[in-house]
């Protein structure tokens, strides 16, 4: 799930974004395997270009950490998005701290690779000391300009799935 897709209680295409399906041994998005619309403001509606495939893409849905209960009639799949609940807004507000972690840790994996990089060259006397504390300085500013939009993005996300 993405911060930007998080369910606010109205159907988003965006809310399917990541779930991946089992597709003959291979784990593939579900948009590159099927139509995904909103017929309506609290529905969304599947459909496969595989019809064979219908059954895997339920479960896919089912074991996303969505919460979400698709109902298959053989064709399509479609997706109520329930009212939510304080429970339900609670849950969210937990799995949008969850992506937000997930991606400073992402932010955080790309600063430590690129110091690993940086300490290389230097080894490899293509860079010298000063520009090296240079890059690693930049660096670390990138580090803090992505961390802090994750936060401001998580934070503003979490604001709008507690809102009732």
Request: hydrophobic share 35%; net charge positive; glycine share 4%.
């Amino acid at each position: 799930m993405s911060l930007r897709s998080s369910a606010t209680g109205l159907a988003s295409l965006a809310l399917l974004d990541g779930i991946e399906v089992d597709y003959f041994g291979t784990l593939t998005l579900l948009k590159q395997l099927a139509s995904v619309t909103v017929p309506e403001k609290r529905l969304l509606a599947v459909q496969p270009w595989d019809k064979s495939i219908i059954g895997s893409i339920e479960k896919a849905i089912l074991r996303s950490d969505l919460g979400l209960n698709p109902v298959n009639d053989g064709k399509i799949i479609r997706i109520p998005i329930p009212p939510l609940t304080e429970d339900r807004r609670k849950q969210l507000a937990k799995l949008v701290k969850k992506a937000a972690e997930k991606y400073r840790v992402s932010v955080r994996t790309a600063r430590r690779e690129g110091n690993e990089a940086l300490k290389r060259l230097e080894k490899e006397k293509t860079v010298g000391e000063d520009d090296l504390h240079r890059a690693q300085e930049r660096l670390q500013k990138l580090t803090d300009q992505f961390t802090k939009q994750v936060d401001t993005l998580s934070d503003k996300k979490e604001k709008e799935v507690t809102e009732v």
